[in-house]
């Protein structure tokens, strides 16, 4: 038995349904276009969630990377600044 696979961007109604799953799970519209991007297709329920977390501000500091750019990274009284490994 052969299984043909249709991609999908060929099918409007899946991809916008994975681009709602990615919306679902967090994602901005154009965070999961770079996800589509990374992977050469839309991303399973399994990728996005992973996608999902590693972009998170728990994980990225994506919204608060401005302010942590303030602080001091380097001076006699710091132990160890802000960045990766930090907390």
């Excluded at 519209?29 to 589509?36: G, I, L, M, Q």
């Excluded at 050469?40 to 329920?45: E, S, T």
């Excluded at 919204?63 to 942590?68: E, P, T, V, Y």
């Amino acid at each position: 038995m052969t299984t043909d696979r249709i991609p999908a961007s060929d099918l409007p109604d899946i991809q916008a349904s994975a681009e709602a799953d990615g919306l679902a799970q967090g994602l901005s519209p154009e965070e999961y276009a770079r996800a589509c991007e990374i992977c050469g297709r839309a991303p399973n329920l399994l990728e996005l969630g992973i996608f999902s977390v590693m972009w998170s501000e728990h994980c990225s500091y994506k919204s608060s990377k401005k302010w942590l750019r303030q602080f001091p990274t380097k001076a006699p009284w710091v132990i160890f600044g802000p960045g990766e490994n930090a907390g």
